[in-house]
């Protein structure tokens, strides 16, 4: 079980508006016009198959691709152009699909490293909480990032990120290249980090686990939004899933 620090309330605010953002890799056009939002305390998934735009839309809101033109804006302040730290220092954190962990540093050293200050409104995360979310984090605290299968890292780099006590959080492929149980486990933990209000937006593949955990779908293909809705509204339109996500 969980800390009894985590219960709050969920908040009801907007936390991310993505405004017809145009995104390009040298002369490759990306994202086009693409447009969505996050709510205050929604999980939201955005669907695609491998070279929809997904990542790219996640580095675009960061701004570590900066879109050429639109506008993203984060807790109602546009953060178009910021630099990528001053962003997290806002409260956005970011898991990326590559992990990224101090491979010779030590999952507690790990853990330091994504220290911020608590911020207003949200639960301010802390060694023991995050080991009450990852109890196979801490059986191994001491060992070094490369000593880690790739699910731990996964995980590793999640709780990295919460200890940044962010508002809202970005997950890029969370079950991609992990085994069947640690995906589950992923599933649980976005759960819990849902059932206690925090804002996340994750690019998935996995139909599958994104039904589980998210409280909407937005389906990207060549870079721009097919769908935007519920699950149950997927369901009802079986045509968009199967031209859009099926291998």
Do not use: C
């Not at 109602?76 to 956005?92: E, F, V, Y």
């Not at 492929?173 to 976005?190: D, L």
């Not at 589980?212 to 389906?219: E, G, L």
């Amino acid at each position: 079980m969980v800390a009894e620090p985590f219960s709050q309330k969920k908040p009801q605010v907007s936390m991310l508006e993505v405004n017809s953002i145009n995104s390009f890799y040298a002369k490759a056009h990306i994202l086009e016009d693409l447009s969505f939002s996050v709510g205050g305390g929604e999980v939201v998934s955005l669907l695609g198959r491998n070279g929809a735009g997904k990542t790219t839309t996640m580095k675009s809101i960061m701004q570590l691709v900066r879109p050429k033109s639109g506008s993203v804006h984060f807790l109602g302040h546009d953060i178009t152009g910021q630099p990528a730290h001053r962003i997290a220092r806002m409260g956005l954190g970011y898991v990326p699909e590559e992990r990224r962990i101090f491979t010779d540093l030590t999952i507690l050293e790990n853990l330091e490293v994504g220290r911020q200050p608590a911020r207003e409104g949200v639960i301010e995360w802390s060694v023991d909480i995050l080991f009450e979310l990852f109890p196979n984090l801490k059986e191994r605290r001491d060992n070094r990032g490369k000593e880690l299968s790739g699910g731990e890292q996964q995980m590793l780099t999640i709780a990295r990120t919460l200890m940044g006590n962010p508002k809202l959080l970005l997950l890029d492929e969370p079950s991609e290249g992990i085994a069947p149980v640690i995906v589950e486990q992923m599933a649980e933990t976005i759960l819990k980090l849902k059932k206690e209000g925090l804002s996340v937006l994750i690019s998935e593949q996995n139909l599958h686990f994104a039904k589980i955990v998210a409280d909407r779908a937005i389906i990207i293909e060549g870079g721009t939004s097919k769908f935007d809705g519920t699950f149950e509204e997927l369901e009802s339109k079986p045509e968009v899933r199967d031209t859009y996500l099926s291998v």
